[in-house]
Nanobody, 114 residues
């Protein structure tokens, strides 16, 4: 079973930045497209950003220009750099394949508040 462990969340004021990391315990990481997701209280989990095996990226409209997804295949880790954070970014953030094929990790809480 692949284990996903997210980290890097925290409490930041509006306009602040955070860098999330997600380590995957799998030897096939380099050939899997990965994504970051988030779930706010009372809402469904949504896709935030995806990165292909070749490094191509896509973002949901609400985070374009503020978030950057990247990956380090040697470390089997995917990152999410989040800048200019807004209160509506408050959520638990998760990573998974772009199809959500692996067991979900515990996520990391991001709270944007003054």
């Amino acid at each position: 079973q692949v284990q996903l462990v997210e980290s890097g969340g925290g409490l930041v004021p509006p306009g602040g930045s955070l860098r999330l990391s997600c380590a995957a315990s799998t030897g096939i990481f380099s050939i899997v497209a990965m994504g970051w997701y988030r779930q706010a209280p009372g809402k469904q989990r949504e896709s935030v950003a995806n990165i292909s095996i070749t490094g191509g990226t896509t973002y949901t409209d609400s985070v374009k220009g503020r978030f950057t997804i990247s990956r380090d295949n040697g470390k089997t880790t995917v990152y999410l750099q989040m800048n200019n954070l807004k209160s509506e970014d408050t959520a638990v953030y998760y990573c998974n394949t772009i199809r959500g094929q692996w067991d979900w990790g515990p996520g990391t809480q991001v709270t944007v508040s003054s």
